[in-house]
């Protein structure tokens, strides 16, 4: 019931701001919103705080089933594959306008027509994967989410970029190298 009051009030705020989009997360907890100067916000309902995503944004959607934002501003595909950190973007050059997204299993892609012909742009599914069994960890809405975060550990983007996780029995940020080994099983040699 509180989470729907925070949607009403979220509503009142974004068609008070002049909104022209409007769209609520899958968990509901965030809500997108562009103004009519094509300016990208997104509202975290539970902290009731705003935050600017981009200055100029001509496309926006959460994409299907995830917590994760793609837009286009201009000539750059931005994806944030975590919202509760609206300063870490992943860029993409594209050439063209995008169109949608298309969501399969194991794969995401976004299209983009380029004029003659449509252009497809895979997006991180380890990452689209962690962030979403993170969550559910955090919220403790569902089972064990420890192989989709050991799916996301094995990916190259694990190797090549810093993680933090959140250890909700010890509420401690353990490293990569931490939740490498608590997932990986260690062989003994004597």
């Known amino acids: ?3 729907l009051a925070n949607a009403a009030a979220a509503v009142l705020l974004a068609s008070s701001a002049a909104s022209m989009l409007q769209e609520l997360n899958l968990r509901g907890s965030h809500l997108l919103f562009r103004d009519k100067r094509h300016q990208l916000h997104v509202f975290d ?3 009731q ?3 600017s995503l981009l200055n100029f944004c001509q496309y926006v959607q959460w994409v299907p089933g995830s917590d994760v934002v793609v837009a ?3 000539s ?3 994806v944030w594959y975590s919202v509760k950190n609206p300063d ?4 993409i050059s594209i050439k063209g306008d995008v169109e949608g997204i298309e969501r399969s299993p194991g794969r995401t892609e976004v299209m983009v027509d380029e004029g003659l012909t449509t252009t497809s742009y895979a997006l991180d599914e380890a990452l689209i994967d962690f962030g979403s069994a993170l969550d559910d960890l955090v919220s403790s809405s569902g ?3 420890s192989s989709g975060m050991r799916g996301w550990l094995q990916s190259r983007s694990c190797r090549t970029q810093p993680v933090c996780t959140y250890s909700t029995e010890h509420q401690q940020v353990m490293s990569t190298a ?3 080994r608590q997932l990986t099983p260690v062989a003994v040699v004597s």
């Open 1 to 3: 019931m509180r989470a």
């Open 45 to 47: 309902l539970a902290a």
């Open 49 to 51: 705080t705003r935050s």
């Open 72 to 74: 286009q501003s201009r």
């Open 76 to 78: 750059n595909l931005c």
């Open 88 to 91: 870490r973007v992943t860029m």
């Open 143 to 145: 089972p064990s989410n």
């Open 178 to 180: 931490q939740v490498r």
